[in-house]
Every structure is written in C-alpha cells, then in structure tokens.
C-alpha cells in the first residue's frame, strides 16, 4: 500500500466553532494506481490534499487519525524527518494555479536544479533537467527561458517536471488543469496517462471535473461535507452510481451529447454547523425519516463499491 | 451579412474591431488585436454562446457589446422600439438611460460583489442610482426576482462574505435583473461553480431568456455548456468569428478545423479511456493576440492547411442555412 488514511478528522477553529473539514475520512492508494478524489467546493477535498502534504496550519488541526505512507505514519514524524525524506522526495504535489509557483526571477532550469540541489541528487543537474523537460515533451530550450515567457501549459508542463525531479513515487495532483484551455487540458491528462504508465507513479488527482476524472483514474471516492459519500471502480463510479449525491453530480455534467440541463437543488451544510444524520439529506430526492436522524456508514453494495447512504 | 437569426435583433455587432496599444518605454509600440473585425447579432429572448480558448477576444467582444469597451473599429447597434442606436454615439444622459438595458455578469462572484455589503444594498443601490427610492417599491422588486433566481429572501440581511459561491452568482444575476435589462452578457458566468450548482444556474438563464425575451450573449470555454444554453454559437479565434450556426449545426456537423478541435477537446465521461491517449487535431497553442499569423490566422495549427490558406484571409461563408465558416476548405 503506497497511502493509506485512516479516520483523519481535520478541524478549523472559528468564532463559530469548529468546522469540521474532515470528519473521518478513510482512503487508500495502491502502487502503480491512479485515484480521483472528487467533490463540490467546501467538501474538504483540498484538506486532504494539505493533510497529506503536512501543510495544515493553524486555525487548522489535524484532531486525530493516521496517515500511513509506505507503512509509516507521517503525522508522527518531525517536521525535519519529513521534509528531509518524504515532501517532493517520496510525495510530489502540483497544486491548483501551481504553474504560477515559479519565482519570476530565475529561470526554470535553475529552479529545478535547485530541486535537485535540496534533494541531494547524484547525476549531473544539467542533463537530468533536460531529461525532465524531455520526459514531459519540452523543448530543453525551455530550461533556460524565464517563467513569464512560457504560456500556461507549458508552465504547467514544467512544474510537473519539476515535481518528477527526485523520481516520487507518489504525486498529488490538486486540479491540475483547472484554469488551462481544453485543447491544453487533453495535453495534461495525456501526459498524466503516460508518467503512470512508462513510470508505475501513483498519482492522486483532486478535481471538481467529473469528466475530466472519468478518463483516468481506476478507482475514485465522493466526498460530501467532510465525509465519503461513496468510492468505488471508475466503471462502478461513472456507470452505476450508487450514491444519490454522485448520481446527482454526474448527471449536471454538462456533455455533447444532451441537451438537458440537470443540477443538485440547494446548496452544501455550513460545515461548522452540521445537521444530524445524512449530511445530503436536505438536498437528496429520496430522503426518509431515518437520513435526518441517523448518519448512514459506508456500505459495500458490490465487491469494491461501498455507499453511505440509507437506501442501500 | 452574419444572418442566421430568425429573430428581431436586440443587439448587432457590425465588423467590430477592438485594439490595444502597449506604449513600450524602448522600441516599437506593439498593437494587441483582441477583436478584429466581428460581427454578430442576438435576438431578443435569443442565447448565443461565444465560445473560443482564452485569448481569442471572446471577453472583448462581450464587453464591447454592451458599451464598456469602445470599438476601434466598426458599430455596435442597440435596436429599441423607436429603432436602431449605436451606442457608440451615446453621451451623457442618454447614454445613461440606455446602459441599464445593456448588463453583464461577471465570472467570479467572489470579486464582482463587495463582500463587506449587506445583500440588500447590493440590490437597492442600482435601483437608487436609477430613481428608484421607495423602500417598499424596492422589497416588492426584489422579492420578485429572488423567485426568479431561487434565493430565499432571508438572505437579504446577510451580508456577501457570508454566501456561498452559488448563491453569490445568484445574487449578482438578481442585480441585473433588477435593471429591467434587454440584453445581457455573461462573462464565463457558471465557469466558477461547481457542477451541481451550473445546472440550475444555466436553467435560470435560459428562463431568463424565454420569459423576459432578454438576449443573451453567453460566452464561455466548454463546448458542452454552449451546447446546451445555447440557440446559437459562435466560435472565435484571435479575434475572429470562425464559424456560426445554431447549436445542433455546430456541435453535430462542425465545419472549421478548429470548432473540430475544440469538440474533440472537450472531456466525456467514459472510463475506458484510461488506457488511451486522447488525440486533438490541433498544433501547439493559440498564438500571442500582438503577432497574427497571416492569412487565415488558425493556419500554423490546423492539420488541414493548404498553401492558400498562408496569405489568403478567408471570408465568412453561409454553407449550409444559418451555418456561417471562414475556411478555404469550403
């Protein structure tokens, strides 16, 4: 198992209270998998993204659970013992807007030696920069240009480069292509499809897009207010869904195909200030007596599929 | 004449052209085409989606529709009862009087609306800036477009921070409406929002349209949103209007190489995919709005060029009823 969550609940402390933006949250990733997390905004789905990377700061805490990577669990370990052997070395992140994480003032070449420098490689900086633009299809020309002369995707194309610098076996991809033209988002995700396939990377990507998820990942997971509504296969996910929150989510995807227009009524829960019970229930169209007084847990409906939800 | 509407046009844009200069302190000035030569109508109670990637000029265009952007070039015509006005010659108070009919929507409810307001003045300051003063008037205004954008008026005391980004947008379509618009633009308005709240949204903007007759010109980067808010589209490139026609035309029986590109761009949920690159007919990204390619201007990227296409500007052509291409294949 290359990640594994288990219960983590992490709070924000506000004059409301607390909110509550994971509560109990289990997920895993295996070697060499692709998976999605999916979600509206507010659901937390960055949280964990955070959480993964130790980046929760104050008013935000991690209230309890467990993080395993590789077996081990990174919430206990030292702020140096992570930062030395695991962030960007073993867990690579490229986050929402990151192609706007280059500094202005050095080139990309020189911010992905620098990469290199920290993480103590071994080759020779200069060619495994070109290897890196190569491998994500740039010109190496583009090492030596600065950031504001590159266009968005090739921006992008070079943060992932420099993401990939040590060899992680494991990268988050938080919205990778939100805020890129679709012709350049085809590129992203096609580039994403090939790192797995020719390097045996688990990746985890966090989106809104549903669509965008569909084409990659072999399992993904729901989250609705702090909590799974339901994971499961692509095919599970995309073609049965079990879940009326992901049934809703993905009939409001707009396609080519239909004219309809679909949505969700009503929005998500203040998440300091939750309702008891199913926490979609006020939104669900097929809400009973027991969602408004009971939380449902995850159930597994089929080999591989599992559902908070009362109807099943 | 770019034609394929049916209907009585609120709004026409003839041959418009909007360009900027950027003064350099050293070397040459450099002009930066953002429009270049568009036109385009929209019917009353008509949507038409403007579709193209970012830097095709589809924002310029919408904002220079509605008079916050003075074209360069060409006329935009505004038809009222007592006929047709460029609102280009307007000053003053009659210039005053004639934009509120003409509004916007923003993309990004969390910079369009001051967040520290209370929802209320959102609303009742617009109408005061119109003569509206009487609080009573105003709640009865109000209330009734709340139905209409399925806000419930408690909200009203609430102030902008505490919204979320649905209702946000929300707010700031019932702002608009307030106006009594005749015809509005939407800037990427559901680009922001999540899928499940896009829906209802797009469903209250096509209401919009039907039961106000308000024209909408709905600009926006997916396809598959277009296509379903839309009566018609537009596709734009550097400036350009591309290829018109109505949805199903553009969507069913695309005709430029580009709009081709764009529809095989556009994602699908299918998870058989995953084991399968995905290909886009296209060549390398949109070119910088200052250096133009020349002739037709998609010819660097499209699969398709002939030796034609580098020094001769293709023209709009009707090629089928309603359904407008500038390319040298047809």
């Known amino acids: 198992m290359m990640l594994s969550v288990e219960d983590l609940r992490v709070y924000f402390s506000s004059p409301r209270g607390d909110v509550k933006a994971l509560d109990g949250v289990d997920l895993q990733v295996s070697e060499g998998e692709v998976v999605?997390?999916?979600?509206?905004?507010?659901?937390?789905?960055?949280?964990?993204?955070?959480?993964?990377?130790?980046?929760?700061?104050?008013?935000?805490?991690?209230?309890?659970?467990?993080?395993?990577?590789?077996?081990?669990?990174?919430?206990?370990?030292?702020?140096?013992?992570?930062?030395?052997?695991?962030?960007?070395?073993?867990?690579?992140?490229?986050?929402?807007?990151?192609?706007?994480?280059?500094?202005?003032?050095?080139?990309?070449?020189?911010?992905?030696e620098e990469v290199l420098e920290i993480h103590q490689y071994a080759g020779d900086f200069a060619s495994r920069t070109k290897d890196l633009m190569k491998m994500v299809e740039l010109d190496p020309v583009i090492a030596e240009r600065y950031p504001h002369e590159l266009s968005g995707g090739q921006k992008q194309r070079a943060f992932?480069?420099?993401?990939?610098?040590?060899?992680?076996?494991?990268?988050?991809?938080?919205?990778?292509?939100?805020?890129?033209?679709?012709?350049?988002?085809?590129?992203?995700?096609?580039?994403?499809?090939?790192?797995?396939?020719?390097?045996?990377?688990?990746?985890?990507?966090?989106?809104?897009?549903?669509?965008?998820?569909?084409?990659?990942?072999?399992?993904?997971?729901?989250?609705?207010?702090?909590?799974?509504?339901?994971?499961?296969?692509?095919?599970?996910?995309?073609?049965?869904?079990?879940?009326?929150?992901?049934?809703?989510?993905?009939?409001?995807?707009?396609?080519?195909?239909?004219?309809?227009?679909?949505?969700?009524?009503?929005?998500?829960?203040?998440?300091?200030?939750?309702?008891?019970?199913?926490?979609?229930?006020?939104?669900?169209?097929?809400?009973?007596?027991?969602?408004?007084?009971?939380?449902?847990?995850?159930?597994?409906t089929k080999e591989g599929q599992r559902v908070a939800c009362w109807l099943y | 004449m770019p034609a394929g509407s049916t209907r009585t046009p609120v709004v026409q844009l003839e041959n418009v052209s909007v360009y900027f200069t950027k003064k350099k302190l050293l070397g040459p000035q450099a002009t930066v085409k953002a429009v270049d030569g568009a036109s385009i109508q929209v019917g009353r109670g008509e949507i038409v989606g403007l579709v193209g990637e970012s830097g095709s000029g589809k924002t310029t265009l919408g904002r220079a529709?509605?008079?916050?952007?003075?074209?360069?070039?060409?006329?935009?015509?505004?038809?009222?009862?007592?006929?047709?006005?460029?609102?280009?010659?307007?000053?003053?108070?009659?210039?005053?009087?004639?934009?509120?009919?003409?509004?916007?929507?923003?993309?990004?409810?969390?910079?369009?609306?001051?967040?520290?307001?209370?929802?209320?003045?959102?609303?009742?300051?617009?109408?005061?800036?119109?003569g509206v003063k009487d609080r009573r008037k105003v709640e009865g205004m109000v209330s009734d477009v709340f139905g209409r954008v399925g806000l419930p008026t408690d909200v009203l005391s609430s102030f902008v921070f505490q919204l979320s980004g649905g209702q946000r947008q929300r707010v700031s379509i019932a702002r608009v409406l307030l106006l009594d618009p005749e015809f509005i633009v939407a800037d990427e308005a559901v680009s922001m929002l999540d899928v499940s709240l896009k829906g209802d949204i797009l469903k209250i903007m096509k209401t919009i349209a039907s039961d106000l007759h308000v024209g909408i010109l709905f600009i926006t980067h997916e396809m598959a949103v277009a296509r379903v808010i839309s009566d018609r589209i537009a596709v734009m490139y550097l400036g350009n209007v591309v290829e018109m026609g109505s949805a199903d035309q553009v969507v069913g029986h695309p005709l430029h190489p580009y709009t081709q590109a764009l529809l095989q761009a556009s994602p699908t949920i299918d998870p058989s995919l995953r084991e399968v690159l995905r290909t886009v007919n296209v060549k390398g990204e949109i070119p910088s709005s200052s250096a133009h390619p020349s002739g037709c201007k998609f010819h660097p990227r499209c699969p398709f060029a002939m030796d034609k296409c580098t020094d001769n500007v293709p023209e709009l052509k009707e090629i089928e009823e309603g359904h407008l291409v500038s390319c040298w294949l047809y």
């Open chain 2, 65 to 130: 529709a509605i008079g916050l952007q003075k074209p360069t070039g060409g006329k935009v015509l505004f038809s009222k009862e007592e006929g047709q006005v460029d609102i280009g010659t307007l000053k003053g108070r009659s210039w005053r009087q004639m934009r509120s009919h003409l509004q916007i929507i923003f993309q990004d409810p969390f910079s369009s609306i001051d967040p520290n307001m209370r929802v209320f003045d959102v609303l009742r300051i617009p109408l005061l800036a119109r």
């Open chain 1, 160 to 300: 992932i480069a420099m993401a990939l610098a040590v060899d992680p076996p494991f990268l988050i991809a938080d919205e990778p292509t939100t805020a890129l033209d679709v012709v350049t988002q085809v590129n992203i995700m096609n580039l994403l499809k090939r790192l797995r396939k020719e390097k045996g990377i688990s990746i985890l990507i966090i989106t809104h897009d549903l669509a965008l998820l569909s084409e990659i990942v072999d399992r993904a997971y729901i989250l609705y207010a702090g909590r799974m509504a339901e994971l499961g296969t692509a095919e599970q996910i995309f073609k049965e869904p079990k879940h009326p929150y992901t049934q809703g989510l993905i009939g409001s995807i707009p396609t080519l195909q239909s004219t309809k227009i679909e949505g969700i009524a009503g929005f998500m829960p203040d998440l300091a200030n939750l309702p008891p019970g199913c926490k979609f229930a006020q939104r669900c169209p097929y809400a009973m007596q027991v969602c408004g007084k009971e939380e449902p847990l995850l159930k597994e």
């Open chain 1, 36 to 112: 999605g997390l999916a979600g509206e905004s507010g659901c937390g789905k960055s949280t964990l993204s955070l959480a993964i990377s130790r980046l929760i700061y104050p008013p935000g805490r991690i209230e309890s659970g467990k993080i395993l990577f590789q077996g081990n669990d990174i919430l206990k370990m030292g702020p140096n013992e992570f930062r030395a052997g695991y962030r960007w070395k073993k867990i690579a992140m490229i986050f929402q807007g990151s192609m706007n994480g280059f500094t202005p003032v050095f080139t990309i070449g020189e911010q992905i």
